[in-house]
């Protein structure tokens, strides 16, 4: 990984950040991405003081946010020719029913949005890299999930558990069409389970689900134990041109049927696409990513 750049959003805590601190380790110039500006730095200072690489920057910024992913894309383009490696890890499990500013759900902005439109924004930057790995960190509870691409949440309905299942099978359903669209290039897209983290997930939520997280906490894998999947695949010559698949434990398994509908993940690609404006300025949405 010697002077390879990588991307790692929610890089400060947990699975995120003990995957940039190896990555820095094993000499890679690692940019963390991720919303508390001081839990940040304090992270960047931590991992260059145990690593003793100095390439180690942080970004701060609010991912729920597509206004402000757009910023950040415009911040990585201006700063680096290539991107070698792209973690999409960034995930909360949300509190109570949240809009965000922009109007969208607060887990599928912050969880599964953000991630779609970084990546396809970072597109010439993953392409111009010798052969670059996209990674999108979902969860074994995407087999609970269903896409409602007319987002009836409501007060009266919603379900925190429900809405981040809902954005882990839009992460895996993502992986499978982007790896599709990539198919003539260099680049490769797979997804994983990173196992179920005692780390601050969860602490968002409330009631009858937080005092699950609290009493289950004993039973959880480190969050070194869940970064080891994603460090594989960023790193590992296993996986050289491997790509459109669903990985736990460091091997490729069958996600849930419903991944594999393929209508459904282009018609979640045309839906995203129309969330994030994506396409605005573009006669051709297949201008992007084909």
């Known amino acids: 990984m010697k002077n390879k750049i990588v991307i790692i959003t929610g890089g400060s805590t947990g699975i995120g950040k003990v995957t940039a601190t190896e990555l820095a380790r094993q000499g890679a110039q690692v940019v963390l991405v991720?919303?508390?500006?001081?839990?940040?730095?304090?992270?960047?200072?931590?991992i260059i003081k145990e690593t003793r690489n100095q390439q180690v920057t942080f970004i701060p910024c609010d991912l729920s946010r597509m206004a402000n992913?757009?910023?950040?894309?415009?911040?990585?383009?201006?700063?680096f020719n290539h991107i070698d490696v792209l973690i999409n890890n960034a995930g909360i499990l949300p509190g109570k029913f949240t809009l965000t500013p922009e109007g969208y759900e607060l887990s599928w902005a912050t969880n599964y949005l953000s991630g779609f439109l970084l990546t396809n924004l970072l597109w010439q930057q993953l392409l111009n890299a010798e052969a670059a790995r996209i990674i999108n960190v979902s969860s074994e509870a995407h087999r609970l999930g269903q896409i409602d691409v007319n987002q009836t949440h409501t007060v009266k309905n919603y379900s925190s558990f429900t809405a981040y299942c809902d954005s882990k099978l839009a992460n895996i359903l993502f992986?499978?069409?982007?790896?599709?669209r990539l198919e003539l290039t260099s680049i490769t897209a797979n997804c994983l389970h990173p196992g179920v983290i005692a780390s601050n997930f969860g602490t968002t939520s409330f009631g009858l689900l937080k005092w699950i997280f609290r009493l289950g906490r004993p039973f959880m894998q480190s969050a070194a134990k869940g970064a080891e999947t994603v460090i594989?695949?960023?790193?590992?010559?296993?996986?050289?041109?491997?790509?459109?698949?669903y990985f736990k434990k460091k091997k490729p398994v069958k996600s849930s049927k419903e991944t594999y509908n393929t209508a459904l993940a282009k018609r979640l690609w045309r839906f995203s696409a129309a969330q994030t404006g994506l396409y605005v300025g573009h006669e051709d949405e297949e201008e992007i990513l084909t």
Do not use: C, F, H, W
Not at 34 to 46: L, Q
Not at 70 to 75: D, F, M, V
């Open 34 to 46: 991720s919303r508390d500006a001081a839990r940040g730095n304090a992270a960047m200072t931590e």
């Open 69 to 79: 992913v757009k910023i950040l894309a415009l911040e990585i383009q201006s700063r």
């Open 175 to 180: 992986t499978y069409e982007l790896a599709q």
């Open 232 to 245: 594989y695949l960023a790193t590992s010559p296993e996986v050289t041109g491997v790509t459109g698949k």
